[in-house]
């Protein structure tokens, strides 16, 4: 509620909080009413309830009643006519807002749609949220919804399940879809449906049970990946290799160290300078002082801790570790 309409009510619970204080002080003192009985006659005057008077009234007394009679006619009528205004601008404003937020998601082009707003998908969107990157969230569910509305989210009220939900989100123009519901068949038939409408997406897809990974690599999705799984190993690395963990967590999550040095992958183009050159001749170490971890060749595949003279090539995907604000630098390089 805006401050405006919080003005509007303070004035309206005013005018009639004056209007009961006339009343009784008025007939207090003209006709001699308890301050109890003044208020009595004050309030079902105002409320036009129309029950009979306490004891017949002097002249000054039924002047106080007509002033309190109009008075609360108006106030009511004005707060009657306020109220339904604030409900139907409210109303109006919220379907205005949904008109141009579809307008804005029918725009979008290479965005994410994730499927899903439980704690998986939740913490996908915050992540591309704070690489500002564009992205729809699909949720039907109304507790969901709350929180992407505090979390303020691009979402569509939908069953990501539907093919239209999917199409709505802009599948054709997406650059990928993150299947993250809590049913293993759900996002089965998710991927399913999202291959068959734009076989060229990728599409990343959660999966509870181990045995489920497989289908949905049927199904269409590039990548599965299982959060339980995942954690569980995760957290026998915390207790076999600590330092290891605590150094991947440094630069992959949000940390001290992760707020200065991170790991990126950069793509060659086919206008990148780097094509033809060594990782020497590339001067990437020298110059920025970054560490090539690996590189991802089209042909060959993933090339790890690749040696000096390793050639760069058109299409070569490099997996670098070093400062964020030093790897933006190379990405405008490459």
Do not use: W
Not at 210 to 233: D, H, S, T
Not at 257 to 272: D, R
């Amino acid at each position: 509620m805006t401050n405006f309409n919080l003005k509007k009510i303070f004035f309206l619970l005013s005018c009639l909080s004056g209007t009961l204080l006339f009343g009784t002080l008025g007939l207090y003192f003209t006709e001699n009413y308890s301050i109890f009985d003044s208020f009595y006659m004050t309030l079902i005057t105002v409320s036009t309830v129309g029950f009979s008077e306490i004891h017949p009234m002097s002249t000054d007394g039924r002047i106080i009643i007509i002033i309190v009679i109009s008075s609360g006619i108006s106030i009511v009528a004005y707060s009657a006519g306020t109220l339904i205004k604030m409900i139907i601008e409210g109303e109006l404003t919220k379907s205005l807002g949904r008109k141009r937020l579809d307008k804005y998601i029918s725009s979008l082009k290479n965005h994410y749609i994730i499927c899903g707003y439980g704690r998986i998908g939740s913490l996908i969107a915050k992540e591309l949220q704070s690489n500002n990157l564009q992205f729809v969230v699909i949720e039907n569910n109304q507790s969901e919804i709350a929180q992407l509305e505090h979390d303020k989210m691009i979402y569509i009220i939908a069953d990501a399940t539907n093919e239209e939900a999917v199409i709505k989100a802009g599948l054709m123009n997406a650059k990928a879809l993150i299947t993250c519901v809590k049913s293993d068949s759900d996002n089965v038939f998710i991927t399913l449906s999202a291959r068959s409408i734009n076989p060229a997406v990728y599409i990343l897809s959660r999966a509870s049970e181990e045995q489920n990974e497989k289908k949905l690599m049927r199904a269409g999705a590039n990548k599965v990946v299982l959060p339980y799984f995942i954690g569980g190993r995760r957290m026998a690395h915390a207790l076999l290799r600590p330092t290891v963990v605590d150094f991947i967590d440094n630069t992959m999550v949000d940390s001290k160290l992760g707020a200065a040095i991170t790991m990126e992958e950069l793509v060659i183009n086919q206008k990148s300078d780097l094509i033809g050159k060594n990782l020497i001749e590339s001067s990437l170490r020298k110059n920025y002082g970054v560490i090539i971890v690996a590189i991802k060749k089209l042909k060959s595949g993933m090339l790890f801790n690749p040696a000096p003279l390793e050639v760069i090539e058109e299409g070569d995907i490099l997996v670098i570790l070093g400062r964020k604000d030093t790897l933006m630098e190379i990405k405008k390089l490459i």
